[in-house]
């Protein structure tokens, strides 16, 4: 593990990002030492994708991170997510939110959660269509132990990312929409958007949350 080189890459993220934005380490494919090393040059929260392989790093890293899901959740996976993660990130139907607020209320917890935007409308993406976000926000915050925070959004797969403008223009609009309407257990805190090639231009349309993977710890073999 070259720590030096990733300790150099999260400070220089870290010191351009404005002091509002969160910076998130995608921590997929990533080695404990990988992630060991960002933590000790800054890094505070850290996303992954998969509950499996959370369960091998949360253990060895502890407790001054907050612990992100950001991949999709199946519900057959909600309890141990439930014990792993600090957030979920990727809610995107009131089945798995209330199987969250379900596995929450027997550990006398509440979950905050962001709500995932199929921004782009592909079928067989995770994330609730945007018409649907208002109506599964107001589900959702109903839920006792369930806080909804905010939105998230990965938007298609795009050669330039400037192409990816529309689509987090279009869920800042619901960000703001959902903000103005002071719905009761829902605060519009964070807006999740942009990894490595396009968080520049999701910074631009208001994102305060970006999710980083590649920036920090170099390309995936
Ligand atoms: C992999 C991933 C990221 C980070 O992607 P990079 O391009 O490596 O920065 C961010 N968000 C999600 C949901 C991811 O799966």
Redesign the pocket.
């Known amino acids: 593990v070259d720590e030096a080189r990733i300790a150099e890459d999260v400070r220089r993220v870290l010191d351009s990002l404005p002091p509002r934005v969160i910076l998130m380490a995608?921590a997929?494919d990533r080695s404990v030492a990988q992630v060991r090393a960002a933590i000790r040059a800054g890094i505070r929260h850290v996303?992954h994708?998969y509950v499996q392989e959370a369960q091998q790093m949360v253990p060895h890293l502890g407790d001054d991170v907050t612990w992100h899901m950001?991949?999709h959740l199946q519900r057959n996976k909600v309890k141990t997510a439930v014990e792993l993660f600090d957030m979920i990130d990727s809610v995107d139907s009131l089945r798995v939110a209330s199987e969250i607020a379900r596995r929450c209320a027997a550990a006398n917890r509440r979950m905050p959660v962001l709500i995932e935007v199929n921004s782009g409308r592909e079928a067989n993406k995770s994330g609730v269509l945007p018409e649907n976000v208002v109506q599964l926000v107001r589900e959702v915050g109903q839920l006792q132990h369930v806080r909804v925070q905010g939105l998230m959004t990965?938007g298609p797969e795009c050669e330039q990312p400037e192409q990816l403008r529309p689509y987090f223009r279009l869920t800042r609009g619901l960000f703001e929409q959902l903000d103005r309407m002071q719905l009761p257990s829902v605060e519009m805190l964070h807006l999740s958007m942009g990894?490595?090639?396009s968080y520049q231009v999701a910074l631009e349309e208001g994102a305060n949350m970006v999710?980083?993977?590649?920036?920090l710890f170099g390309t995936r073999e």
């Open positions: 995608a997929k996303g994708n950001i991949g990965m990894m490595t090639s999710r980083l993977g590649t920036l």
